[in-house]
């Protein structure tokens, strides 16, 4: 699988930033590119859903609840046990690794939509089924230490968050419009490559950004933000396949399984477990998994996913 063109703007933003460059992206602008992302692939989702519906999308979201369950609890004993981190670090992070990350998700389906590859076009359902469970579990694995939670905050922070208001939010309105959608087209449809390249040159800025703080934590985290994406990257190929979806539902759900939060969990660890340190889990999950998963993950989950499906 070759390499999508929207990748160089993320290598782009990696070499200014490593090359210290004064460029300067408008902190509105990726707001706005963000919040453009999620609308785009709720609403693809949603259209698609009012066509392609079937008894057959309860199974396979129950099974995505339950892989969203599963990955943190896989990531906590690695953090905690090897990692020697303490309880709440290791929640925090779990949390992270099973959440999914959206631009992640985005560049696997512009790498998927480049190369022709079919997928099933009610995918975004599964995005959003799959912020909320890791979170749940990040609670509960931080043992219960917070018991003066504020849990009308929690929940807000949860449900109320911008990822999930916009993406469920669109999809609803997609679902909702069908083929009257087309309308909106031009602007959610067409441009969302060349918005996607915008948002990953940030992004390669952020990453180059967060060097300096991977020497200081050491490379414990450096392997963990490389190993646990290979490992919910196969797991989710394998579940891919069981589940019978096509070669590139097989790459998309192994692409999410691979991916980590870095906009939704944050804002809920916060309040849920705020003596955790947010620079662990966002230097892990923007420092070095999402790079990895976008320079070198996304293809090898393709070619594995593949694999599994011819």
């Known amino acids: 699988m070759e ?48 066509s392609h519906s079937s008894a057959s999308l309860l199974p396979q979201s129950l099974a995505v609840i339950v892989f969203g369950l599963m990955l943190p609890l896989l ?5 905690f046990y090897i990692g020697h981190m303490n309880r709440a670090d290791s929640a925090s992070i779990a949390a992270h690794y099973g959440s999914v990350s ?49 849990k009308r905050k929690l929940l807000h922070e949860v449900f109320c968050n911008q990822g999930m208001v916009l993406m469920v939010g669109a999809l609803i309105i997609g679902y909702w419009a069908g083929d009257r959608a087309e309308s909106i087209a031009p602007l959610f449809k067409d441009l969302f490559h060349g918005a996607l390249a915008l948002f990953l040159l940030e992004m390669g800025m952020v990453a180059a ?33 069981g589940l019978g979806f096509s070669t590139g539902g097989t790459i998309l759900l192994s692409v999410l399984g691979a991916s980590a939060s870095y ?31 976008v320079l070198v993950g996304i293809p090898c989950y393709a070619l594995y996913s593949q694999w599994l499906t011819n």
Do not use: W
């Open 102 to 150: 959206v631009g992640t998700y985005a560049v696997a389906v512009a790498l998927l939509e480049s190369q022709n590859i079919a997928y099933e076009p009610y995918f975004p359902l599964f995005v959003v089924l799959l912020e909320m469970p890791a979170i749940a579990v990040g609670i509960a694995l931080a043992n219960g230490k917070q018991k003066s939670i504020d």
């Open 263 to 293: 906009i939704a969990v944050p804002a809920a660890m916060r309040v849920a477990v705020p003596e955790a340190n947010p620079s662990l889990s966002i230097t892990s999950s923007l420092g070095v998994t999402f790079p990895f998963n």
């Open 209 to 241: 950004s967060r060097v300096s703080q991977l020497k200081e934590m050491g490379s414990f985290i450096i392997a963990f933000g490389v190993a646990m994406p290979l490992v919910g990257g196969i797991i989710g190929g394998l579940l891919g396949a």
């Open 3 to 50: 390499l999508d063109i929207v990748i160089a703007f993320f290598m782009m933003g990696v070499i200014a930033r490593l090359l210290r460059s004064n460029i300067q992206f408008p902190e509105a602008l990726y707001q706005t590119l963000t919040l453009f992302l999620m609308i785009a692939i709720g609403l693809k989702g949603g259209i698609a859903l009012a």
């Open 75 to 79: 990531a906590f004993p690695v953090l």
